[in-house]
């Protein structure tokens, strides 16, 4: 009876391991398959778009706020700066609508596709005759793993950030290039 429960013991350990390994290499396939052959319906189960647009939201906020706060503080006296505070309210303005319409379906499609965020159909031309870019992942506990792409010409890519729900994973989170507070 010990040895049967001793193997089980370790038959369960060794289970619990495997997933741990493999699991985040599961869930980026999953999304991969799920983005590049357009299943909308694989996407909103593995992707939570809410969430993501939130984040990139906040992300691109507080990066032209930060630009506004440095503008100001170059300021020359003239005044120029409520129209550059104006143009920045516009931009943000802006921008949410922009985000809206990459963190769809079609845009996590071209991210996967192209390893950066861009329009949905959009191509670079140095980056019309490449193939997709690998992704690396790296865990950051047992709750959360990230993916960027590697080999990219771009050394801040878009690292995409995966949190566990249950025994899977959703993708939550996509940190812009060149935010350091993620």
Not at 121 to 126: I, K, N
Request: aromatic residues 6%; without cysteine; neutral net charge.
């Amino acid at each position: 009876m010990k040895r049967w429960l001793l193997g089980a013991v370790v038959l369960v350990m060794v289970v619990a391991g495997g997933w741990f390994w493999a699991s985040p290499i599961v869930a980026m396939h999953a999304l991969k398959s799920s983005a590049l052959a357009g299943d909308r319906d694989a996407l909103n189960a593995e992707v939570d778009f809410p969430a993501v647009r939130e984040s990139l939201k906040s992300q691109l906020k507080a990066a032209m706020m930060g630009k506004m706060a440095s503008d100001a503080n170059r300021s020359n006296g003239d005044g120029s700066n409520g129209f550059a505070a104006l143009g920045a309210m516009f931009a943000m303005a802006v921008a949410d609508t922009a985000i809206d319409a990459v963190v769809s379906a079609d845009g996590i499609k071209s991210l996967v596709e192209a390893g950066t965020l861009q329009k949905p159909g959009e191509t670079r031309p140095d980056d019309a005759d490449s193939k997709p870019p690998e992704w690396v992942i790296e865990r950051k506990g047992l709750d959360r793993f990230t993916a960027h792409p590697s080999g990219k010409d771009n050394d801040h890519p878009p690292v995409l950030v995966f949190k566990r729900t249950g025994l899977s994973w959703r993708l939550s989170d996509i940190v812009l290039p060149g935010d350091p507070a993620k």
